[in-house]
Structures are given as structure tokens and as C-alpha cells.
RNA sequence: GCGAGAGUGGCGGAACGGCAGACGCGCCAGCCUUAGGAGCUGGUUCCCGCAAGGGAAUGGGGGUUCAAGUCCCUCCUCUCGCACCA
């Protein structure tokens, strides 16, 4: 027998199939059964990691099953390409960030291939060539004309030394990764995607996504953060000015006894001049900019504040209330000023304890009353009635909260408001290797946008990349001058390039046609493969990524392009590959190369090692020895098929045969293959659980050979023989199908050496058949008092009574039931019986 | 800190509220072989016991239930995201 060899096999079969375009789709008639399978493209960083290799396997096999179960699977692949590496590698290593890009999409594109992976590689996406972010410029345009693009100043990192702004990641504890000097906040006029325009649809849209995992939906509703309220006007006294303060819990406006004020608020300023607080209320302020956000409100934080001299009035009470400024106020979120109600916010009690602010109680507990002087926490809950609350006094806190917020509109003191902690989308990079936002900046005519007809444009390639200095497009003249498109004078062009979030934000409609040269895409191709029915992805992306792409839908939906509301009918988020307890990386020398694998052990090793080490949301830690395991299978899988395969392709000859007249020993085996069968579809259908599909698939291997073994032993029996023959044909036949998506090229040779002149994956998926799901006997287990004392091997058919008496009559059960009484028994059909004695 | 998850043998992991540990790795013993990074057979949660059998055990503690890895409360540890990494 020839021995498996991987290498041969593989090199000869991804060939076959790329001549054959088998996984090529064109729309076809019947679009009920389109399938679209997508795993979120890579950032071509160089060479693929074994992230990607389980990335793209999952992908590769639900769409290889879908196929099998006649679909017309749409299976596309891309580089998701600009991004700051690119520009990393051009500034350490001078090599242009277009060539370093290109060259690392030609090595990963032929890694991929050599993985087995089913694309139809006609429809290739690449985000960095000009005729892909033409069309980003495009829809930034479109939305510039919706009013959703517009320009607000906003912070940015800067180092001093490199005179440059940083990511996030380039800062390392305040400091600049290249030079450690201290980064500052600087000021700058950025671009802005208004997704804030869509935050209530974003969010109603989370209830129908019913084949996302929960816990994504969840990160996307808590991010979108939506609070129902009120906006309150509070005058100031003495001063014809008024403070606007957002509360979830207009009910205890009556208890506001202080003011809090974010530091950066405007008004600090404005209350403080020329007062004799001014020194200490800057001194704060200043003191306060310099700590992070996220340690200012820790609830352990120390809260502190200053008083600013000025008092607000409180629109119900009329009383005169003073303002703080206070550290655990933030301006981003509500209006940057907060009233305070120390009686029922622990913050806000906190404070008031620590400054002897007055302390007021207007939600009375109504299981135990509160007193200001005796209360050693704030009385949050939302479930007591108004105290103390003028004209509301006595009503249940929702009436109170109804009745409060129609007073204030009566007297224009106030409005119900919503707010959401969702900010528009800063989408303006100083960058070089990204999307150009196609926009001018006439002297004359002012900011302008680049006519639809000029697109795309082009980043220009003269372009020195120094990581010092701002935007580097600044730097190439012939980019930034150009005549204004209104009056024909001077112009100079936006340098500052697109987030690349935005480029990834719509690639999915692209696929649908991605050969477009006149629109970004065809619509009534999107509207035939739209919405994606399987993504793929990793957990890292449950807000960011995943949030835009359904904005961008949104926004394309209503530009009319489409008809799609969700881009994503179905997601799975697969965990990360990880090595001795950490993620793969570099740094820390635990990276496994897949090109080593693939050499030493095959594509198809490499596949059922990273499908069956763990589920697939879970993180696979990686195991060198577990993949010989995965390869130790497929040799012994290789071996049983072509040892059977002379009698399978000789039982195609035989008379058909009817099994249920079949000998025991066949019968035995058609039942394991029906529900290995059933195992595996579910497995696949349900919830992708592809580590036990397989383990059903090996169960059913040592099943089979041990069948074998069994039947060497018996010689050949006289009437079970044609039987016997055409249930191992079945087995092998169906066993290769079954393996087929998982590890294909295996799958593809096995299926020809068993006789069969065509593609096995021009096949059906089988089908299980009811009647060999039915075991002949079925364990009854038997419980006394909920303990495991015994089981009984009964037919299915046998009634709760017969197994009563059985029981009863079990001698393992005996020392646990004599001399007792048996007080109750839990009978579950089919499965146990439990005595309590 | 905020938001979201996860914790089961030596290891990766299985288990509609109903037999804890399927399947695989590793390990042990045996067979085969000149040899093995090959193949085959059997065993393998821990403790007591020659065995039959019994007891304990799913991060810690508590609860609900005839029955809890699974449901509830609480604590601990780890992972991911936090708006300029993609």
C-alpha cells in the first residue's frame, strides 16, 4: 500500500482545483440557495500566524459543507492593507510602504493556497489600490453631502521631540515608544463620521440579531450606552447664566444640594475670574488634566473638589445650591456638569460627607426609613416614594420621575432627553498609508469637496517617511497643490488620511462585485448575496469593527444602494491561538510557523489539529504532540480506506440489497454510521462544534476497524456476507464525505481510490436516516437518593412499570433498598430511575 | 476603573439540570520490528482495598433541587475590549 503522502497528494489536488475554479459563484436563478461565508480579511503583516491558519479553516469548512449541502457559497479573500506596520517598515527599514504591502500580500496569498482553502480567488480585494479606495473616498463624500462627515477639533498624543502624533499603542506609559519623552494633548481640526446619527438604530437593531452570541450584542448595547432622562436648567445666581445638567434621575431633583462641574468645563473659567477661589480652582484644574480618565472614576478614587464661590439656584426648591468643581466629572459625558444628589448617588455622598454638603433625602426606602444623619451610604435603589419632594411628595418614585420631568417642560425649565455614550468616529489620521479624504481647503471658497468625477486620489509616491514631522503628505508638493474645483484658484488638499477601520467598514459589498469601475459596487449583486450569512472573526472585534460595519450599512441602505439593513445574519467569534499560556508574538518566542507544519505534517493535519484542540470560541492553546495526533488519525484513516477499497468498488457490482435483512453484525454498523451521521451534521449545523464532530468521526474510525478486526476473526458467514459488504462499502464511502470538509485533500484522494470518478465534493452530504438512530438497548440508570448504585440494559420500547420491577429486583441495589422506605421515585423516560429512601 | 467572558484529570477538552472525564495528547504495560519520531493491543481522575466494592472530586464558600460542572448568591484567579493596533 503506497504510504500517505501528504505533500503529493496536497500539491496535486489545490492545483486541480484552481484549473477546475470549483469554488468560483456567479448569482444564479434560485437566490434561496446562496450562501455567503465570510472571515474577516488580514492585515498583511508578512507571513500567515496559526491565528489565521484556525481563522481561515473554520471559514473554509463551513463553506466546503455548505457546498456539500448544495449551496452556492460565496467564499471571498482580501488584504485589508493600509495600516501603521506598513509605514513602520518604511520608516526603519526605507523600503516604500506600497512594496513592503504588495510583497507581503504575494507570500500570505500563496501560504493561504497552500492551506486548502476554497476561495474564488477572482473576486480578490485589496483596500490599498486605488481602485478599491476610490469608492472609500466615495462614500466619504456621500456622506460629507448627508452632513454625517464634518470637521471639529479634537485631541491628539504628540510627542514634542518627534513633532508627531501617535497611536494609543505608540504611547507606553505617557511616553513615546520611539524617544520615551512625555507625550502632550494637542489640538487639531479632525474629520468625523456622525455614527451618533444612528445610535438608536444601532441599538434597536441588537434585539433582531439573533444569531449573534450574546455577549457581543451585549458589549454593542452597553458601548451605544443609552440613558433616558431629563436636561435640567439650572439659573445661576447673581448671574444671567444657566447651567445644563443631564440626569437619569430627575425624580431627585428636589435633593440636589451642590453642583458638580467637570474641570474642563467652560463655565469654571467664567464663575472663577476675578473671584477669590481663582487660584485654587486653577490650581485643581490644572492639577487634575494631568491624571488619566479612566483612574478619575474609579469608585475607589479619592474624590476630591474645590468650591468656585458661585451658587446655582435649584429649579424646584429655589434654594441657592454651590457649585464644585469636582475631579470625578467628566467632560464627555452628559453635559460635563452634574447635579448632585448626595442622598442617592454614592458619589455624590461620598463628596457631600467629605466637604459637610447638605445632605437631603427625597426617595424614601420603604422598608426602612432614611435619615440624612444616620445614612452610611447613598439609597440608590429605584423602588421607594417621594419624601420631602414639594407638590410630588407621597408618589412611587416612576410617578415622581413622570410628574417631575412634566413640571420642568411646563415651565420650560427643563426637557426628557436621551443621551448615549457613543461619540462620533474621528476617523482623520496624520498618516501616509491610508485612504487620502478627498477634500480641499480653498482660500477663498473654504473647505471643499473633491468633485466625484476627480476620484480617485491618489497617494503620490515621492513621499520621505522620517516618523517625525506631521502629516508626511504634506511633504509632496505635487499632492498638496491643486486648483479649487468652485473658482479655479489655488487649493491645497486635506493631508490627513482615513482610519482604515473605514476601508474594512464595506469590503463585504465589494465582494458582491468587486470588479466595478463605475460605483462601488453592483446593487442587485449585494442585494442577491447581502447580508453575509456566516462571519467570522475574532472577539477582539465585538465593538469596534463590527459596530462600523453595520453603520456603514445603514448609511449605504439609506443612500440607496442597497437593501440590506444588517450586514451580518450570523456571527461566530473564534478565540485566539495561544502557546504556553500566552498569545503568540515575536517578543515572546513562542510563534509556530504554519509553513513547518504544512511541510512536516500537511495541510490537512494542520486543519483537523487547529478544528478539534478546541471549540472554536474557546482560545486553542497550542500543542506540538496533540498535532501528531491529528496526523496519526488521518495515516490510519488513509490506511483503512485503501485496505477496503478493492471490496468497496467490487460491492458496487453486488445486487442491491436491503439492510434491515441483514445480518446483526451489519445492522450494528449501520446504526453507528447513521449516527455518526447525525452527530456530525448537528455538530456543523448547530454550533459549529467542530472538536466533537471530529471526535464522533474517530469514534466511529475505531468502531469500524475494530468491525474489521471482528470480521477477520468470524472468517466469511454465509448469509450476512452481501450484507456485510454493502455496510462497509457505505461505511468507507461515508466516512471520506464526512471527513471531506475538514480535511479535503485526504477526502478527495480517498474518494477516487474508492472507485468514484469524480470530485467528492461534487457530492451530497448524507443524510441520516431515522430508523438506524434507534439503539437496540438502552442504559436505564439506577439512583438511590440521587447516587449512581446501578444500571439496567433494557430495550427502548419497555414501560416505566417493567423497569420498576427490574429495579426492585437488581441485587446491586439490594443493600441500599432492604429494610427502607422508599418515600419517592423520579422516573425519566429512557434515561434513569431514582429512588428515595 | 468600566464593559464582556472563562475556570472540569498530568495536558487540550466531553457532558438536553439526570452515568463527570467522550475524543485526543501524555504516561504505563505488552506485542511486532535489525531499528523506530512507525504500527497494533490493553490500562490510565484521586484516596482506601488483593478484589468485590466504597469514599472524594468540576477555582473557594453558601443556597435551590429527588438530582448541580450546569440554576441562584458571594468571593478569588485569568482572558478580551475601552474609541489612533488591526
Not at 438497548?777 to 430495550?795: A, E, F
Request: aromatic share 10%; net charge neutral; hydrophobic share 40%.
Amino acid at each position: 500500500m503506497a504510504k500517505y503522502d501528504h505533500t503529493q497528494i496536497e500539491t496535486k489536488w489545490q492545483a486541480a482545483w484552481l484549473t477546475q475554479q470549483s469554488a468560483v459563484v456567479t448569482e444564479q436563478a434560485d437566490r434561496d440557495k446562496k450562501y455567503y461565508c465570510l472571515v474577516m480579511f488580514p492585515y498583511p503583516s508578512g507571513r500567515i500566524h496559526m491565528g489565521h491558519v484556525r481563522n481561515y479553516t473554520i471559514g473554509d469548512v463551513i463553506a466546503r459543507y455548505q457546498r456539500l449541502r448544495g449551496r452556492s457559497v460565496l467564499h471571498p479573500m482580501g488584504w485589508d492593507a493600509f495600516g501603521m506596520p506598513a509605514e513602520n517598515a518604511a520608516i526603519e527599514q526605507g523600503v516604500h510602504p506600497a512594496s513592503w504591502t504588495m510583497h507581503n500580500i504575494s507570500y500570505m496569498k500563496q501560504q493561504l493556497q497552500r492551506l486548502g482553502l476554497s476561495y474564488d480567488w477572482k473576486r480578490e480585494i485589496t483596500t490599498c489600490r486605488p481602485d478599491y479606495y476610490q469608492w472609500t473616498q466615495w462614500f466619504f463624500l456621500k456622506m460629507y453631502e448627508r452632513d454625517l462627515a464634518y470637521r471639529k477639533r479634537s485631541a491628539v498624543n504628540w510627542c514634542p521631540k518627534c513633532q508627531t502624533v501617535l497611536a494609543n499603542e505608540q504611547v507606553i506609559d505617557g511616553a513615546c515608544w520611539r524617544c520615551d519623552t512625555a507625550i502632550i494633548q494637542k489640538e487639531l481640526e479632525q474629520w468625523f463620521l456622525r455614527i451618533t446619527a444612528y445610535a438608536e438604530e444601532l441599538l434597536a437593531g441588537c434585539d433582531r440579531l439573533t444569531g449573534w452570541p450574546e455577549r457581543v450584542l451585549t458589549m454593542q448595547r452597553n458601548w451605544i450606552g443609552k440613558s433616558e432622562g431629563a436636561e435640567v436648567t439650572f439659573p445661576l445666581q447673581g448671574r444671567d447664566d444657566t447651567i445644563t445638567i443631564f440626569t437619569t434621575r430627575p425624580d431627585t431633583l428636589w435633593g440636589a444640594t451642590f453642583m458638580s462641574l467637570a474641570p474642563e468645563h467652560p463655565l469654571v473659567e467664567r464663575l472663577t475670574t476675578g473671584s477669590p477661589q481663582a487660584a485654587e480652582v486653577r490650581a485643581f484644574v490644572e492639577r487634575t488634566s494631568r491624571l488619566e480618565k479612566a483612574a478619575r472614576t474609579a469608585e475607589e478614587f479619592e474624590k476630591e473638589g474645590v468650591f468656585t464661590g458661585a451658587y446655582a439656584i435649584n429649579p424646584l426648591t429655589n434654594r441657592p445650591i454651590p457649585i464644585w468643581v469636582a475631579n470625578f466629572v467628566l467632560m464627555e459625558y452628559g453635559t460635563g456638569a452634574v447635579m448632585a444628589v448626595p442622598a442617592h448617588d454614592q458619589r455624590d455622598f461620598e463628596f457631600a460627607k467629605k466637604y459637610r454638603l447638605p445632605i437631603t433625602v427625597v426617595v424614601q426606602n420603604p422598608d426602612r426609613t432614611l435619615t440624612a444623619e444616620t445614612m452610611t451610604e447613598a439609597y440608590v435603589d429605584e423602588a421607594g416614594w417621594m419624601a420631602d419632594s414639594g407638590a410630588q411628595t407621597g408618589l412611587s418614585q416612576p410617578d415622581g420621575k413622570r410628574a417631575i420631568i412634566d413640571h420642568l417642560v411646563a415651565h420650560n425649565l427643563g426637557a426628557r432627553s436621551v443621551h448615549y455614550r457613543l461619540r462620533d468616529w474621528g476617523i482623520s489620521r496624520q498618516r501616509y498609508w491610508g485612504t487620502p479624504i478627498p477634500m480641499l481647503y480653498c482660500d477663498r471658497c473654504g473647505v471643499v469637496p473633491v468633485p466625484v468625477e476627480q476620484l480617485p486620489v491618489v497617494l503620490p509616491r515621492d513621499v520621505p517617511f522620517t516618523g517625525k514631522g506631521g502629516s508626511p503628505l504634506r511633504e509632496s508638493q505635487t499632492f498638496l497643490e491643486t486648483n479649487c474645483p468652485r473658482c479655479g484658484g489655488t487649493a491645497r488638499r486635506e493631508t490627513d488620511t482615513m482610519d482604515t477601520f473605514i476601508d474594512s467598514s464595506w469590503y463585504f459589498l465589494r465582494y458582491t462585485s468587486p470588479r466595478e469601475t463605475d460605483r462601488p459596487f453592483r446593487p442587485e449583486a449585494a442585494d442577491y448575496w447581502m447580508p453575509v450569512d456566516q462571519y467570522i472573526g475574532g472577539i477582539e472585534h465585538a465593538v469596534l469593527h463590527l459596530l462600523y460595519s453595520r453603520f456603514f450599512t445603514k448609511v449605504v441602505r439609506d443612500l440607496g444602494l442597497t437593501t440590506a439593513d444588517e450586514p451580518f445574519t450570523n456571527l461566530l467569534t473564534q478565540g485566539m491561538v495561544i502557546k504556553d499560556g500566552a498569545k503568540m508574538s515575536k517578543s515572546k518566542g513562542n510563534v509556530v510557523d504554519p509553513n513547518q507544519i504544512i511541510e512536516r505534517y500537511g495541510a490537512d493535519t494542520a486543519r483537523l489539529f487547529s478544528l478539534f484542540a478546541a471549540p472554536p470560541e474557546k482560545d486553542l492553546e497550542w500543542d506540538d504532540h496533540a498535532v501528531e495526533g491529528a496526523s496519526r488519525f488521518l495515516n490510519r484513516v488513509w490506511r483503512l480506506i485503501c485496505d477496503g477499497a478493492d471490496r468497496v468498488r467490487a460491492a458496487r457490482r453486488l445486487p442491491p440489497f436491503d439492510p434491515q435483512h441483514s445480518s446483526p453484525r451489519a445492522q450494528a454498523l449501520l446504526r453507528a454510521l447513521h449516527q455518526t451521521i447525525h452527530k456530525v451534521t448537528t455538530d456543523l449545523d448547530q454550533d459549529f462544534q467542530f472538536n466533537t464532530a471530529i471526535a464522533a468521526l474517530m469514534e466511529f474510525y475505531n468502531l469500524l476497524s475494530q468491525w474489521e478486526t471482528e470480521g477477520h476473526a468470524a472468517a466469511t458467514s454465509t448469509d450476512g456476507e452481501a450484507g456485510e459488504a454493502a455496510a462497509h462499502a457505505a461505511a468507507l464511502n461515508t466516512l471520506v464525505l464526512l471527513l471531506a470538509p475538514f480535511a479535503p485533500h485526504l477526502a478527495e484522494e480517498l474518494w477516487r481510490q474508492l472507485g468514484h470518478p469524480a470530485s467528492v465534493f461534487g457530492e451530497r452530504w448524507p443524510e441520516a436516516e431515522p430508523r438506524w438512530l434507534k439503539d437496540e438497548l438502552i442504559t436505564i440508570v439506577l439512583q438511590i437518593n440521587g447516587k449512581l448504585r446501578s444500571q439496567l440494559q433494557v430495550p427502548p420500547e419497555l414501560d416505566e412499570a417493567e423497569i420498576q420491577s427490574r429495579a426492585m429486583a437488581d441485587p446491586k441495589l439490594q443493600p441500599w433498598i432492604e429494610g427502607k422506605t422508599i418515600r419517592k421515585r423520579i422516573y425519566v423516560p429512557g434515561r434513569l430511575l431514582n429512588l428515595v429512601v
